[in-house]
């Protein structure tokens, strides 16, 4: 099973809503990514886990609060958010962080109204 | 500037033409990587290189890491290669993937 998995596809959210996102991967892989794409633009790197702990938190605003109960699992959890929000959120993992090909699940596409 | 530089832009082709896109970086690196990213869609991992070539198909990607460049060809190109290609690098000692912007292949029957 090479498969990154993201549920839900889309989202409609509005600005008061508490909503969360999910990813999930069986192939053993210790590093998980948040990413996030605005249109036409590359991704751009929000949170990355190593072995269920927090690695790297590039500055996202607190309404983005990213959790890994554990090594399959990578949640982005979204509260308050903002109309310029929306985006195309993708999880990735790869075997080890810098460790070989990262591994992109389809992404989840978030509206906010 | 951009630590990772891609052109063309956009590339339009016709059905079986050989394409060639280019990745410049700037940084010293362990690893670069060329994506293809559908519209609307998530994004697959073509290659993984850090050195030499590599070919999958009718997909090869090159890199000359003295010169800090890397292609990836298309040979017969067919209108389901019609994406976006995304070259990024791992720099060393980080975490990191660096990316291009990116270039939109539009491949026409």
């Known amino acids: 099973d090479t498969e990154v998995t993201q549920t839900p596809k889309h989202l409609v959210m509005g600005m008061t809503n508490k909503k969360s996102l999910k990813c999930e991967q069986h192939m053993g892989h210790r590093a998980m990514y948040w990413y996030k794409q605005k249109a036409k633009k590359p991704p751009e790197l929000m949170f990355v886990y190593s072995y269920e702990k927090l690695s790297i938190n590039e500055s996202v605003p607190s309404r983005f609060s990213p959790e890994c109960p554990n090594s399959s699992l990578l949640n982005l959890h979204l509260h308050a958010l903002q109309p310029e929000d929306s985006a195309l959120y993708l999880c990735?993992?790869?075997?080890?962080?810098?460790?070989?090909?990262?591994?992109f699940g389809p992404g989840t596409r978030l509206t906010v109204l | 500037k951009n630590e990772v530089e891609q052109s063309p832009q956009n590339l339009t082709a016709q059905e079986e033409e050989f394409i060639t896109i280019n990745c410049s970086y700037s940084?010293?690196?362990?690893?670069l990587h060329w994506l293809q990213q559908h519209p609307g869609g998530g994004i697959v991992s073509l290659f993984m290189l850090s050195s030499g070539k590599k070919k999958h198909g009718r997909l090869i990607a090159t890199i000359n890491i003295q010169e800090k460049h890397s292609s990836l060809h298309i040979t017969a190109s067919h209108p389901r290669d019609s994406a976006v290609y995304i070259c990024a690098v791992t720099p060393h000692n980080t975490d990191k993937l660096i990316f291009g912007t990116g270039t939109r292949l539009q491949v026409f029957p």
């Open positions: 990735a993992s790869s075997p080890v962080i810098a460790g070989g090909t990262q591994y």
């Open positions: 940084v010293g690196i362990s690893a």
